[in-house]
């Protein structure tokens, strides 16, 4: 009896052994023949559009299979479009990721957009890079430093009541008392530089990368008067021109401006949609850790002026959790100043 018990064990683990190694098997094929698609929120030219497009050329190579990654460009209300897209819409197997606003996390705390989006749910894989946001003005502007600017309106470009050019400006303008004026009506990033070179406005909020990769004759020649960078730890390019936080009358202040702008570090980030089986979710944070360092995506990104760096999906999810246990009290100060509707 015990000889039979012995063969019958070993004839399971056999049948178990072979079972996983057809899972696995499996598993290492889910994307031959697919294609996976990248979800932009923002319209093509825009600096996300260029990571996203970047991402799409190497990422196949990383996962078994080799699928054929595409980008799908869905820009509206700010990047919620998108949002929606890939909270409810997009397929949960691993065959969708998504570019988001940084903005958008903030949601659920400022309720700065009608949405019921839970992004703490979302399978974090990282971000392609940290990012350097600027406020500037044209270089014939009377507004050149930050003292001109909390005396005198400066007109920037609106890209959404959601963007994140209208939320951070609005909760500048209630904190520090700057004067930004926004002027509503432009779809993106793109079209808000376009309209500060043609004199619709005088000023804007775009990020360093946005400007070296598709205006560097504007930092060469001096185009542009730097007024403050929108991060908490200085740019090391940037280091004569201040800090919003550094410019915060108070310590209650400086922690209100510390809670809206952890955003640099969060960078350039790149989603599953909820519910992506752990497995899938794992292996897709490995894939896009190894492409945003591999050799080849590194080098097309110098030519282009597109700074990378990791940020792996575990320090973002550290970074959100972070934001989310702001005190209670500091969110509400914040979110008095955000717009509705």
């Given at each position: 009896?015990?000889?039979?018990?012995?063969?019958?064990?070993?004839?399971?683990?056999?049948?178990?052994?072979?079972?996983?190694?057809?899972?696995?098997?499996?598993?290492?094929?889910?994307?031959?023949?697919?294609?996976?698609?990248?979800?932009?929120?923002?319209?093509?030219?825009?600096?996300?559009?260029?990571?996203?497009?970047?991402?799409?050329?190497?990422?196949?190579?990383?996962?078994?299979?080799?699928?054929?990654?595409?980008?799908?460009?869905?820009?509206?209300?700010?990047?919620?479009?998108?949002?929606?897209?890939?909270?409810?819409?997009?397929?949960?197997?691993?065959?969708?990721?998504?570019?988001?606003?940084?903005?958008?996390?903030?949601?659920?705390?400022?309720?700065?957009?009608?949405?019921?989006?839970?992004?703490?749910?979302?399978?974090?894989?990282?971000?392609?890079?940290?990012?350097?946001?600027?406020?500037?003005?044209?270089?014939t502007s009377r507004i050149k430093s930050v003292q001109d600017l909390l005396q005198n309106d400066l007109m920037i470009a609106g890209t959404g009541a959601a963007s994140e050019t209208t939320v951070v400006s609005s909760v500048?303008?209630?904190?520090?008392?700057?004067?930004?004026?926004?002027?509503?009506?432009?779809?993106?990033?793109?079209?808000?530089?376009?309209?500060?070179?043609?004199?619709?406005?005088?000023?804007?909020?775009?990020?360093?990368?946005?400007?070296?990769?598709?205006?560097?004759?504007?930092?060469?020649?001096?185009?542009?008067?730097?007024?403050?960078?929108?991060?908490?730890?200085?740019?090391?390019?940037?280091?004569?021109?201040?800090?919003?936080?550094?410019?915060?009358?108070?310590?209650?202040?400086?922690?209100?401006?510390?809670?809206?702008?952890?955003?640099?570090?969060?960078?350039?980030?790149?989603?599953?949609?909820?519910?992506?089986?752990?497995?899938?979710?794992?292996?897709?944070?490995?894939?896009?850790?190894?492409?945003?360092?591999?050799?080849?995506?590194?080098?097309?990104?110098?030519?282009?002026?597109?700074?990378?760096?990791?940020?792996?999906?575990?320090?973002?999810?550290?970074?959100?959790?972070?934001?989310?246990?702001?005190?209670?009290?500091?969110?509400?100060?914040?979110?008095?100043?955000?717009?509705?509707?």
């Amino acid at each position: 009896m015990r000889g039979i018990r012995s063969i019958f064990a070993v004839l399971m683990a056999a049948g178990f052994t072979t079972c996983g190694d057809v899972s696995a098997k499996a598993q290492e094929q889910f994307f031959k023949g697919k294609t996976l698609s990248i979800i932009c929120f923002s319209g093509p030219g825009g600096p996300y559009d260029t990571y996203s497009r970047l991402l799409a050329r190497h990422l196949g190579k990383h996962l078994d299979g080799q699928p054929t990654v595409i980008v799908r460009n869905m820009p509206g209300a700010g990047g919620i479009t998108a949002a929606r897209h890939i909270a409810d819409v997009a397929p949960r197997d691993g065959t969708t990721i998504g570019s988001l606003s940084r903005t958008l996390i903030y949601d659920p705390l400022l309720g700065s957009s009608p949405t019921n989006i839970d992004y703490s749910r979302m399978g974090w894989l990282g971000s392609m890079a940290q990012s350097t946001a600027v406020y500037v003005s044209w270089h014939t502007s009377r507004i050149k430093s930050v003292q001109d600017l909390l005396q005198n309106d400066l007109m920037i470009a609106g890209t959404g009541a959601a963007s994140e050019t209208t939320v951070v400006s609005s909760v500048l303008n209630g904190v520090l008392g700057t004067r930004f004026k926004l002027i509503h009506g432009y779809d993106g990033s793109p079209a808000a530089l376009k309209a500060l070179e043609a004199g619709e406005v005088d000023g804007g909020f775009p990020t360093m990368e946005s400007l070296k990769t598709t205006r560097p004759d504007w930092i060469r020649d001096k185009k542009l008067n730097f007024l403050f960078q929108a991060r908490q730890i200085p740019d090391p390019e940037l280091s004569e021109v201040p800090t919003a936080n550094s410019l915060a009358p108070s310590y209650f202040h400086r922690q209100a401006l510390d809670f809206m702008f952890p955003r640099d570090v969060i960078g350039r980030p790149f989603v599953t949609p909820p519910g992506v089986p752990i497995a899938q979710l794992k292996r897709l944070q490995d894939a896009f850790a190894e492409t945003v360092t591999d050799p080849d995506l590194v080098a097309e990104a110098a030519k282009i002026n597109v700074p990378i760096g990791l940020t792996s999906g575990a320090e973002l999810q550290k970074v959100i959790a972070d934001a989310y246990s702001t005190p209670k009290e500091i969110i509400d100060y914040v979110r008095q100043f955000i717009p509705r509707g």
